[in-house]
């Protein structure tokens, strides 16, 4: 009827059936197109060969393995971005599919089970939060409203260490600058200092900090392997769970005292007043205590901590580099003098100190593998299949030394951002040379508040002192990670004042 023998027909049927299995074959074979990477151990996969520096051992394969590695590590499949186009095709063309945070121990035990802006997902919760945040604590009018608390807060910190230099003690620096940022946030949070004088209890806070942020930052076998995560093989999970009680504790007592005294500043009040307002806000999202406490212990800790090891990594690289040092000291000295103290005014006419923070970004970025991202949905990259569930890591640090791009990556030379090739990098999140804070939707909150804190606090401490290392004491250059890349040693050294007296008087 037709006009087809039986041998057409068969013919027909076969290529047909042949074709169809050719398309799924090729489809699927595109579809399981993962990305090149190790083999990894049994059960374990690549989490053996992360060694205690994922960072390190991350830049190591990706010289073998290319920009966008993919990784199974336990149960869990990771892929990993090592090059500023790879960056950009994840955390700019592919930002809203990677906008969220993995759930992992840290984020359900330090973070008040993501009740927080950082591990929070993407939603109106976490855009409620960067909102207020944005508003009366990171946005750039909010910076410049208490711009007279970072001075004088500063100005405590010179004098404790103006009066250390006189009596020949050797000034631990990031004790002092956990005392100076704590007390910055404090005024702006809470109207107040949180701590008197350095000591004991300052100390303390500062070791809960570095605690939080190297445990947070430790690939958590438990979180790759859901199985065995009960066991807690590493003791990772109890350590969590115990510091987790320190810092409620301090924010439970920080919140009922400030609770307390509110009808204190009805005329003036803080950012706590601000998000305890909210809790009552007749509209649809409403901040809980629990979102409070979480969104107080992120921006005490991140923002004590991550600007805190960049302004020592910087000063740790000058004094390694004294021609750094003294060239810095000739600007400031031209542009500032030697009368008074240095202003965050001056930085814009002090484009050699600029060039000394990009560096200091560039070299040792305060987070080396930003904060882990995961896909929402399956989606392609570079021809690569990326599957849904994808934990997503930036290895910002190893872009930071990527010979392709920098020249001489391992030499500490603030010149290159002086040249006509690099004076325009910015290390807000644009430039994905230099992403020391990320970038798209998830950036850091505090980007801007970071690079203030770092420009004023490090230009301020090197225009005010001169600065060596303790007598017989050599250079430590090693590195501690975590999710901040903290010095495996921190930088003690003997200060000696450059200015008149009068200029160290708070």
Known sequence: MFGLTVTDLFLSVFLFFSAHFIIRSLLSKHKHKLPPGPNGWPVLGALPLLG???????????????????????????VVASTPDAARAFLKTLDLNFSNRPTDAGSTHLAYNRQDMVFADYGP???????LSNLHMLGGKAIEDWTAVRRIELGYMLQAMYESSHKGEVVVVPEMLALAMANMIGQVILSRRVFVS?????????????????????????????????????????????????????LDKMFKEHRATRNDRKDKPDFLDVLMNNMNNPGEEKLSDTN??????????????????????????????????????????????????????????????????????????STPLNLPRVSREPCEVNGYYIPKGTRLSVNIWAIGRDPNVWENPLEFNPDRFLNEKNAKIDPRGNNFELIPFGSGRRICAGVRMGIVLVEYILGTLVHSFDWKLPDGEKLNMDEAFGLALQKAVPLAAVVTSRLLPSAYEV
């Open 52 to 78: 205690t520096m994922p960072h390190v051992a991350l830049a190591e394969m990706s010289k073998k393995y290319g920009p966008v590695m993919y990784l199974k590590l336990g149960a869990r499949g990771m």
């Open 125 to 131: 919760k976490w855009k409620l939060l960067r909102k």
């Open 292 to 365: 409070i406490k979480a969104l107080l212990l992120n921006l005490f800790s991140a923002g004590t901590d991550t600007s805190s090891s960049s302004i020592e990594w910087a000063l740790t690289e000058m004094i390694n580099n004294p021609s750094i040092l003294r060239r810095a000291h000739a600007e400031m000295d031209r542009v500032i003098g030697r009368n008074r103290r240095l202003e965050e005014s001056d930085i814009p006419n002090l484009p050699y100190l600029q060039a000394i923070c990009k560096e200091s970004f560039r070299k040792h970025p």
């Open 198 to 250: 350095k000591g004991t209890e300052s100390n303390e806070f500062k070791d809960m900090v570095v605690e939080l942020m190297t445990s947070a930052g430790l690939f958590n076998i438990g979180d790759f392997i859901p199985s065995i995560a009960w066991m807690d093989m590493q003791g990772i999970v109890g350590r969590m769970k115990n510091l987790h009680k320190k810092f409620d504790a301090l």
